[in-house]
């Protein structure tokens, strides 16, 4: 049991500017802020296309200097599909171990579930300036969208 614990680990900061409102551009690139309603007091994403939603550029957590090739990573959010549509939910970082894989399957009209994944930064002397990290809905949907709040990204394996 003990080295099962030692082997988990937790940030506990969050490494993501603007979390809550997703309002610096020079952090967030595609919010499509859906007005006048929040999750917890943060603001929410609405989308409803594949391939959609927030997206955190890599480089502005380069050039902050929080993030590095030999630490664990967990990016997670808050997710909801108010539509008609079952989805599938990946995580996309061009520049992780991770990009590309499924994190989860959703039924049409869920309530808000905390979606996570852990992963490792690579290849961070690449151009990383058209580069980001965020969860996509694989398919678009119908008569609602697929939201997105609290996004948080912490050094560690635990959200």
Not at 39 to 45: A, D, L, P, R
Not at 90 to 95: E, N, P, Q
């Amino acid at each position: 049991i003990t080295d099962t614990i030692k082997a988990f680990s937790v940030g506990g900061r969050n490494l993501l500017l603007t979390s809550s409102t997703m309002s610096n551009t020079s952090s967030w690139e595609s919010p499509s802020i859906k007005v006048g309603e929040t999750y917890q007091g943060m603001n929410i994403s609405a989308n409803t296309v594949a391939w959609s939603g927030p997206k955190y550029r890599i480089l502005d957590l380069y050039n902050r200097s929080v993030i590095n090739e030999n630490d664990s990573y967990t990016y997670s959010a808050f997710v909801r599909n108010t539509s008609d549509t079952d989805i599938e939910i990946g995580f996309y970082g061009v520049f992780t171990d991770q990009n590309g894989i499924l994190i989860t399957k959703m039924k049409a009209h869920t309530d808000w579930t905390r979606l996570s994944v852990t992963f490792k930064f690579k290849n961070l002397s690449q151009r990383l300036d058209t580069t980001s990290i965020r969860f996509e809905p694989m398919y678009n949907v119908t008569n609602g969208y697929v939201n997105q709040s609290g996004f948080k990204l912490e050094k560690g394996t635990i959200p």
